[in-house]
């Protein structure tokens, strides 16, 4: 990152309550405690690594308000409500110089059909494709060989990132976020077997995203068989995650890497799945469900419930069936004494 | 979709056998009988929803032949054979409508090597990269940003989708066809390690894709380390599926999202493989073998097999023992209760 | 692959220690021993297909040296001390005709910012976009469709092919490999939880690709929240992989397809992970360590261990588990004939 912040910028950025030393290095870089050197700004985030503030070569310290040592010489302490919160607006600053706004306008090289409606604040990056009645909104940016089909709606303060795919006729509604290689509308994954041979079921239907979703980089989303596959908003989805077709997220979900879901499955709002887990198919998984990372899940879950294993099982269960596998050695052990003994019982009992 | 068939239309598609009511509605849209809302087709296609059908809001509903039951006001029922055979000619049609077969030839802002050749009839779309020596058939179909190697061999009929790569020498016969972000021919992962580093191996074979096979959103294929990566005729693959270098897949296998092959592994025909599953390297998986979503095989299955578990077992067995598994909360204990009746009866014998 | 190479320019390439036998054919492939048709080069890499060489139609064998048998008519024996490296050393020379090296010099369908750097000597291929501040090294080859964000850097003699995406402010060093679709400087997936919905915890850090690293297909690499996401000197990543945000890898580890590494987490040198195995965050894995496939692991890894299962044991452990485990069936009948025996004894006793 090529930043240069001032102290005096920083506690602009930061407001904090009150402050301890001074520096007069130019911030240029973050890093944690232990590790960040003269000219990086760090901050204390968890009590735990409070011994390490001492240390620190960090030139500004972002500190929570009662901690009581004293800076270093040319170190500045700033003294704050939340330091993670302070550090994010510090980040959330970076971010704008990494990623400045674009100018708004198409790229020369980008290849718009004329029938396509781009928003005149919306930036279309070069070598993007953009198909006869897509729609591009307000200042959504699409950054660089994205693509949308034929009728793909984009809605306002998106941002695409380069080699993102949005099929026809699908929708993403406002500030959505796809990261690169993202495929929305790829088809799914339906054949009916006739004569030795599976012969494809088209596969017509759309993606809606709904606004404020981010999905992570080549992860893909199938349209529906007919109807929609949804992803509700304010959901996010990590990296080369799977959503097959007719699947229907709800609000707020969290999908971890690498997870799967089978066609034609329903999350209800605020479900959470770790990395590498999966759905089978026609599942309805309640509003708050947690699944465990590598679960494999079978069954309806309920409201709130915890998954865990494959196949899957109530979380507190699988994990006591964990720990007495790990006493199978023992248990077959036990076993076989107890074997020896009733032969030794029946043996003085018939005597 | 932005599709319009009139009643009329509908009836041309499905060709009922007879019909109750009328509509002059015109329908807009597809979607299941409990969600259809005016100017949508809806079906049944599964006697259990058949309930549904007197409350549907759909304007045209396909129904078998025998269905009773009477429309409502402005609806139409279309009494078929097979509704679900019927409902797929109507997304044919409408697949005909969201993707409509693009004119021939090379789009203005496609690269195009001298030496490629490029069938008359075929479609090279915007920003294609199609290097020297590759070939286009007849009728295939380069959506965008497509990217061919050098002298890559895309059959007839083929429909590749945006950002798919075909790597150099790789093979497409014809009617392949390949959703958004598919690799065909990156390298096998292949070293040797001498003197603390892994030393690439060079991998210089090919990828074989046989006709009406169809590969999902960004899976990828290996070139083999020389000779050939194949995959069958009429073999279908979902999304993010990953093929090792030297794999042969037989005809007309399903392999279900996110499956990874690793190398030289060999698949008979007819081979399905559930989401997540794992074949280890170097196995042969017999004609007909079935292996259940998130297994992981380390051995050879026979024809016909079915697997289950990480590492597999036969289907039943694997079955069984997950049942036993769950009963060993109360295998330890009846095991403990055991032990102290043992104690008890070494007690009593002894006095 | 369109090969050509005397038996004389094979000879020249392997410097034989001794031949028998000649041929007349041009060899224009390479195939195993049992595959390989006249015209093909065949070797024996392993003692165990020894019987197949007598039978084997290739034109040129490449054997160990002590090989005792005569070859056929128009056969040619090439003796060397080790037939897989004398392989090796063809593969090499197909490799430079299967990708010859480009040309240097930036296409004229590609969109190079005013204050990139590229080196004279790089290649940038067709539709490649580079963005502002980014740097190309010496001999470096983006083949086509490659984007390089602002600020991304790029060392000498780095191939990248088609479809990759290096974000914004990411480094690669010398000799880099990615394979298509690789994404590397997507957004780490973090969010605080503030009233109901998931905000954005924003990701400013970079990822920084080691010299030597080869990564495969798809893979994706989260730049970290802030400072560094690292992939150590000589390690290679196969296809589908995913790291997240924060990791540190090692040196010269090996991570085979679709492994999921979650954020924070830290690999000594030499770390080998089977294909879709899993590490948890913020864990440790200690130099040597080896982790089967499909395993997940939830805990620290001491040096030079070796993980096994979902959640992971130590690998003698889990083996000797997984054993066990297939005879519950066993057990479960064992323990209801000592009830059934116990009952009995205990009935003669209070007899």
Redesign the interface.
């Known amino acids: 990152?090529?930043i240069a912040l001032s102290a005096a910028e920083i506690a602009d950025i930061v407001h904090p309550l009150s402050t301890k030393g001074a520096t007069s290095v130019t911030v240029r870089?973050?890093?944690?405690l232990a590790?960040a050197q003269v000219g990086e700004l760090a901050f204390l985030g968890n009590a735990k690594y409070g011994s390490e503030v001492a240390a620190t070569a960090a030139s500004v310290v972002l500190l929570p308000l009662g901690y009581a040592g004293e800076p270093g010489v040319n170190q500045l302490f700033l003294l704050v409500q939340n330091p993670s919160l302070a550090?994010?607006r510090v980040?959330?600053r970076?971010?704008q110089a990494?990623?400045p706004r674009p100018a708004p306008g198409v790229?020369a090289?980008a290849?718009v059909a004329p029938g396509a409606r781009v928003a005149a604040s919306a930036t279309v990056?070069?070598?993007c494709?953009v198909e006869e009645?897509a729609v591009v909104g307000e200042r959504t940016h699409l950054q660089?060989?994205v693509?949308l089909?034929?009728?793909a709606r984009v809605g306002d303060d998106c941002w695409l990132?380069?080699?993102v795919?949005v099929?026809?006729?699908c929708e993403l509604h406002e500030r959505v976020r796809l990261?690169?290689?993202v495929?929305v509308g790829?088809?799914g994954?339906g054949?009916?077997f006739v004569a030795?041979?599976?012969e494809?079921?088209?596969?017509?239907?759309?993606v809606i995203v709904e606004r404020?979703v981010?999905i992570?980089?080549?992860s893909?989303l199938?349209r529906a068989?007919?109807?929609r596959t949804v992803v509700g908003e304010?959901t996010?989805i990590?990296?080369?995650v799977?959503v097959?077709h007719n699947v229907v997220i709800g609000r707020?979900c969290?999908l971890?890497?690498?997870v799967?879901i089978?066609g034609s499955t329903t999350l209800g709002d605020y479900v959470v799945m770790g990395?590498?887990s999966?759905l089978?198919g026609h599942l309805t998984v309640g509003r708050g469900a947690q699944i465990d990372?590598?679960s494999?899940v079978r069954t309806d879950l309920a409201p709130g419930s915890k998954a865990k294993g494959?196949?899957s099982?109530p979380f507190q269960?699988e994990q006591?069936?964990?720990i007495?596998?790990?006493?199978?050695?023992d248990?077959?052990r036990?076993?076989g004494e107890?074997?020896a003994?009733?032969a030794r019982?029946?043996k003085?009992?018939a005597a």
């Open positions: 990152m090529q870089g973050l890093a944690s590790t550090l994010a980040c959330a970076l971010e990494l990623w790229h090289s290849v990056g070069p070598l494709v009645g660089a060989q693509f089909g034929r009728n990132m380069p080699g795919v099929a026809a006729e990261h690169a290689g495929v790829s088809d994954f054949y009916e030795g041979r599976h494809k079921v088209p596969q017509v239907g759309q404020d981010e992570g980089a080549n893909t199938d068989r007919f109807s304010g996010k990590d990296n080369l799977q097959a707020h969290l971890c890497a690498q799967g089978s990395g590498q999966g089978a990372g590598q494999g494959s196949p099982l269960l006591r069936i964990n007495l596998r790990q006493r199978l050695p248990l077959f036990r076993v107890m074997e003994e009733i019982l029946k003085s009992s």
